[in-house]
């Protein structure tokens, strides 16, 4: 059976109990139309609400919400199963069926963005060519470990690898970027070591809601992330404004660069890169 995500806008914003009882209303009626909706997100201050069912149609997952409540989404997107998990990951869902913040109070519930992350071994192929293919699979073993191991202990969940670099998501933008300096610091303790099999990264960091302006999965948010990350220099870490915003009062280094034009967007960009050269506070 198909699944989709569908999305509630409410101007002024939302309350979780009002949610809370719509979803009770749906599942009242969902059976007669062989659907489930089994969680959402809820974002109460931008009254953003993110539904994720199984039904065996789009009309049919409406109609739930027609007749339960009378909340028609404004936009309702086939997803893949794996895919939605991999982004969202399987956070616990409180009684009322919304995410909650994994490790959060029972009042902390998770609001559905997400921090994309790529990292990017800088000219790969021309290492490959320099050093033969037996060292330049070692550097990427290397970086896989050092970033997975990030990943690990910072709450990041691994999407892809790339080939020459990882693409990861995370609930927190703060980790995210936390994630993003530590791998940069390894790889650099890395080079002071082994100054021979020495290699550069770059690595683009963007965030933003399940779905944006095209019916994709954080499609405009990977984009960015992916062209941030194409657009930092060697030992980089470049940032989307939305990702320093979340990371606000976080005491993270960050350093505005203004504006930049970036392939695939129409206007100009904010961007901000991450002095990683001392520790991140915690």
């Not at 979803?23 to 539904?51: L, M, P, S, T």
Request: glycine share 8%.
């Amino acid at each position: 059976m198909p699944t989709y995500m569908d999305i509630h806008e409410i101007p002024g914003g939302v309350s979780a109990e009002d949610v809370a009882k719509a979803h009770a209303k749906d599942v009242e009626v969902q059976h007669k139309y062989g659907v489930h909706y089994h969680k959402y997100w809820v974002n109460e201050k931008a009254g953003k609400v993110f539904c994720l069912c199984h039904a065996p149609n789009a009309e049919a997952a409406v109609e739930v919400h027609r007749q339960a409540h009378g909340l028609i989404p404004e936009r309702l997107v086939q997803v893949q199963p794996d895919v939605a998990d991999l982004f969202m990951g399987g956070s616990e869902v409180n009684p009322a069926g919304a995410v909650m913040l994994p490790g959060a109070s029972k009042d902390d519930r998770d609001p559905g963005i997400r921090t994309i992350l790529f990292t990017d071994i800088v000219e790969s192929t021309a290492m490959t060519r320099r050093m033969g293919d037996e060292v330049a699979m070692e550097l990427l073993g290397v970086h896989d470990k050092i970033v997975r191991d990030a990943l690990t202990d910072l709450g990041g969940r691994e999407i892809k690898h790339l080939g020459d670099g990882i693409m990861a998501s995370f609930v927190s933008a703060a980790s995210a970027v936390k994630c993003a300096t530590r791998v940069q610091r390894e790889v650099a303790k890395h080079n002071r070591e082994k100054r021979d099999r020495a290699f550069q990264l770059r690595a683009g960091v963007a965030a933003g809601e399940p779905v944006e302006h095209h019916n994709d999965l954080f499609g405009c948010t990977v984009q960015l992330a992916s062209r941030l990350c194409s657009q930092a220099q060697p030992e980089q870490i470049l940032v989307s404004n939305v990702v320093a915003e979340l990371c606000e009062g976080k005491m993270l280094p960050f350093q505005e660069l203004g504006e930049l034009n970036l392939k695939g967007f129409d206007q100009p960009v904010r961007a901000h890169s991450v002095d990683w050269s001392e520790p991140a506070s915690a």
